[in-house]
């Protein structure tokens, strides 16, 4: 079990973007932009979602309001570290920018997280990936103001303080973290999630799943060391209002996850979705997440050949939620000794209607199984190409993110990790 602290923590801390939500939001993206100054930005998306023609569309009503907008939709979906410099630099060859407007999935947002990032402070992207893959570096200057404009259900990177990125050299996810990072305003509008493919809703949900999961179930604020100020960081355990938040997330995914996967053109499904989406954001982004993202990085930076359904053709992909969810019930089956009356509370939550089992240990990880057969996730990590020759790289690449593997409510060994890799090769 992880250790008590001699000076328990007592404070913790809370931060969100400005919210704007509901059918239509986006088409007042113009007038918001204005609120900020803005007169001329850099619309970031990605060329599937430029196919829709959403980006266009929005970046032409910003005209009504005096703002010149530039879409690139060079964005890489999952993006890399050589993506995120190229992104970067044609950011820096057309600018200066007075904002920057993101529409897309995680991969958008994150991209013009960096965009901004990187186009307002000195140093290269090196200098600012979490240790130990990166610097650390914090931005010594000001970012410009962010909207984030999510056309998926699932990142909540419309929320939080991160960019995550594949390091293609180590085969490995990383990211930066740093308050400055957070979007301004979050314009979460459920009319343009209705193009998402089921495999992309389906993967996506898995990650808001994950998402309240593991902010719900992480180590609680009180259990860490006592920060002085300048050491707080937006992950800072469990807390009331984070709760709050992941709770009633994994009511509305209970009541519309399946049914948005089977039909995509149930308004009432997508708009739980996205509200869902936007809650476990606002949850996971100040408690933080913990093994099964960890484990997530490297099943998606090592990945071979896969190609899930639903995505762009050309490389292999193992999407970000898909990675995530495919370690969950070992994950929450190692974890569950450590906060029983949390992990039963949470099945509860996602699977009302479930009988409760005899082992109360296998509450948790019997709806998550439940639900990831009727979505159609592989069947464990072994469905995606890996077998158990892989599991002493993925132990290593997992190992990596101590700041993720802090926050769970039991200390994780290499060892432990390796069990939970190795009894996720095959899930039924």
């Known amino acids: 079990m992880a250790s008590i602290p001699s000076n328990p923590e007592s404070v913790f801390t809370y931060g969100a973007p400005l919210l704007k939500f509901g059918p239509g939001a986006s088409a007042e993206i113009g007038f918001d932009l204005t609120?900020?100054?803005?007169?001329?930005?850099?619309l970031v998306t990605d060329p599937g979602v430029a196919a829709t023609g959403a980006p266009q569309r929005i970046a032409d009503q910003m005209k009504a309001y005096g703002v010149e907008a530039q879409v690139f939709d060079g964005v890489h979906v999952e993006p890399t570290d050589a993506g995120l410099r190229q992104a970067v630099e044609r950011a820096r060859d057309s600018g200066p920018w007075d904002a920057y407007v993101a529409v897309g999935g995680g991969s958008s947002i994150d991209t013009a997280k960096a965009i901004n990032l990187l186009t307002t402070n000195d140093g290269e992207l090196a200098d600012y990936l979490n240790p130990p893959i990166g610097a650390g570096r914090a931005p010594a200057r000001p970012l410009l103001p962010l909207i984030a404009v999510p056309t998926t259900t699932g990142t909540g990177a419309e929320s939080t303080t991160v960019c995550v990125l594949d390091v293609l050299e180590l085969k490995v996810k990383t990211g930066i973290s740093h308050p400055r990072l957070r979007p301004a305003l979050a314009v979460v509008d459920p009319d343009l999630t209705m193009t998402q493919p089921a495999g992309v809703t389906a993967s996506a949900g898995m990650d808001i799943v994950c998402h309240a999961l593991e902010s719900y179930t992480a180590k609680p604020y009180t259990s860490f060391e006592r920060k002085s100020p300048e050491q707080r960081v937006p992950y800072c355990g469990a807390n009331p209002v984070a709760d709050m938040w992941s709770e009633r997330a994994l009511t509305l995914i209970a009541r519309s996850f399946r049914t948005a996967v089977r039909d995509g053109d149930d308004a009432r499904a997508r708009g739980d979705m996205a509200l869902a989406a936007t809650f476990a954001g606002l949850g996971?982004?100040?408690?933080?997440?913990?093994?099964?993202?960890?484990?997530?990085?490297p099943i998606a930076g090592r990945v071979r050949e896969f190609r899930p359904a639903g995505y762009p053709d050309g490389q292999p992909l193992v999407p970000h939620g898909m990675a995530v969810a495919l370690t969950a019930p070992e994950a929450f089956r190692f974890t569950f000794e450590s906060c029983p009356e949390r992990h039963v509370r949470a099945a509860e939550l996602l699977a009302p209607e479930m009988e409760r089992p005899a082992d109360a240990a296998e509450h948790l990880p019997r709806a998550l199984l439940s639900l990831m057969r009727d979505i159609e996730m592989p069947d464990g990590i072994g469905g995606t190409g890996y077998t158990e020759a892989d599991v002493p790289a993925l132990v290593e690449g997992a190992a990596k993110q101590r700041r993720l593997l802090d926050m769970a409510p039991r200390t994780v060994t290499d060892e432990d990790l390796a069990q939970i890799?190795?009894?996720s090769l095959s899930l039924w």
């Open 35 to 42: 609120q900020y100054g803005a007169r001329r930005v850099l």
């Open 284 to 297: 996971f982004g100040n408690a933080g997440v913990h093994i099964p993202h960890a484990g997530a990085y």
């Open 421 to 423: 890799f190795t009894r």
